[in-house]
């Protein structure tokens, strides 16, 4: 009778085993042709956000409502905190993808990513494979396949993309990249495969162009270049009455421009990590640094060091006929580092003054360069810190109580965060030193005070944040 029992319950557990494999079966099937029609047949790029995964498989599919959270909740997500249990969303989304890919071969798109990522990392041709042999990831030969293809494809879907944006302000981007990856023991007769590259990109912002002619028939460059009576005339005039008044002072009468130490948290952490591109904080904080403007619009072999290493990266860029348009009538702003204004507005200047001769484009002078926001905000704070090193050094110690001296260079987060913290409590006491040493002229009173009353603001400044981010 005992032995009758035990065969019931075996056979009760065996019906349900049985049950629950057709119904993950079923959930499996619907789930790869779900992904299947969007991505294959729609050509869809695969899905990245967790969230988002679920709403298309649970829109297109209602039967697979809760099957992604059956998965996440078998991974007891109870026993983690909250940046563990997103991270493990996505591993689940993952798992999701992996097992459609395992059960049809043309849901592939998650594989090719992980593949391609690889691949751009350095990882090596075996390396891929092995991975693409335990089903994590495409084979190498899909990955160079599809590299191809992009290559092909880049250069027609920029001239569609800029077709679009004709009507709109276009900012050109230059810069050079450098790639010191290379192996201390070379295998051949190379000694070094440093690359050094230039990125040209554009951003395009939903505001309508600026003409190269004004209203008034007056061209956007001064036709003196530099106006040296113009210049002298604004310092006089607008400025030299304004350097007895401390920087602080001065933004205090300024509408537009907050105490960066009253800042609520989100513009804190905005102005903090202006210079910070850690893949971790746009994670954390993901409508910050958005790039659905900014359009690559090639990457070559330049050093840009040099006046013709500038003009040959820019009439790559100006040779295209649809750009050629775009510049008969507006002009193309120009942010850059100091050297990147400095050789195309020494291009500019030789082209007024040579004109043909100069074997410059006439186009040129449809560019406008200026010393990005970005880059003087940047420059400004790393001076500022390697001028006055000593103070922040102890300065860091004391208020992280660390041993270990301050970096020489440290990372811009923490420059950042250094010069924060020492103008927020300035703001607390400035009001009874000054009260205190009223016009003291020791000389080292008057060498902090400049740090804390001019310099340091004057690097917080709000305009910088936001030009650079715009």
């Not at 992280?400 to 103008?423: E, G, I, S, V």
Request: glycine share 2%; net charge neutral; charged share 20%.
């Amino acid at each position: 009778m005992f032995s009758k029992d035990i065969k019931i319950i075996f056979f009760i557990i065996y019906i349900d085993a049985v049950e629950f494999s057709n119904f993950f079966n079923n959930q499996i099937k619907r789930l790869t042709t779900v992904l299947y029609n969007y991505q294959h047949n729609e050509k869809n790029d695969p899905i990245n956000d967790p969230d988002k995964f679920v709403k298309i498989i649970e829109e297109r599919d209602p039967t697979l409502t809760g099957f992604f959270d059956m998965l996440f909740q078998s991974m007891n997500p109870s026993s983690k905190n909250s940046i563990t249990k997103e991270n493990l969303k996505r591993k689940v989304m993952i798992l999701c993808y992996q097992m459609a890919s395992l059960r049809n071969k043309h849901v592939s798109s998650a594989k090719n990513q992980i593949a391609l990522h690889m691949s751009n990392a350095g990882t090596s041709t075996s390396g891929i494979n092995t991975l693409a042999n335990l089903g994590f990831s495409s084979t190498y030969k899909t990955v160079s396949r599809e590299k191809d293809e992009f290559l092909s494809n880049h250069k027609d879907e920029f001239l569609k993309y800029l077709k679009k944006k004709t009507i709109s302000l276009i900012i050109l981007f230059i810069d050079d990249y450098h790639d010191i990856h290379q192996s201390q023991n070379p295998k051949n007769e190379n000694l070094s495969n440093v690359a050094h590259m230039a990125t040209i990109m554009i951003y395009t912002p939903n505001i309508p162009p600026l003409p190269y002619i004004s209203p008034l028939g007056e061209q956007v460059h001064n036709p003196m270049n530099v106006d040296v009576d113009l210049v002298t005339w604004a310092l006089q005039l607008e400025y030299m009455s304004k350097l007895g008044i401390s920087y602080n002072d001065q933004k205090s009468s300024w509408f537009c421009m907050a105490d960066s130490s009253k800042f609520t948290e989100e513009e804190t952490i905005n102005c903090l990590t202006v210079h910070t591109y850690d893949p971790d904080l746009q994670i954390a904080h993901p409508e910050y640094k958005k790039l659905d403007l900014l359009k690559l619009f090639d990457f070559i072999p330049q050093e840009l060091k040099s006046l013709d290493d500038y003009l040959q990266t820019i009439h790559h860029f100006i040779n295209s006929p649809t750009l050629n348009d775009y510049l008969s009538e507006n002009i193309i702003p120009v942010p850059a580092d100091y050297p990147g204004q400095y050789y195309i507005r020494k291009a500019i200047t030789l082209r007024r003054r040579y004109g043909d001769s100069s074997n410059i484009p006439e186009k040129i002078l449809h560019l406008v360069p200026l010393l990005g926001p970005l880059h003087v905000s940047l420059y400004t704070r790393e001076t500022t810190l390697k001028m006055y090193y000593q103070f922040f050094n102890i300065f860091y110690k004391e208020v992280f109580k660390k041993r270990k001296n301050l970096a020489m260079k440290p990372q811009p987060w923490m420059t950042d965060l250094l010069l924060y913290l020492t103008h927020s409590g300035w703001m607390i006491i400035r009001k009874i030193i000054l009260r205190k040493f009223k016009n003291n002229k020791d000389i080292e009173y008057i060498t902090f005070l400049d740090l804390f009353d001019n310099i340091i603001p004057a690097c917080l400044s709000t305009i910088f944040r936001l030009w650079s981010i715009t």
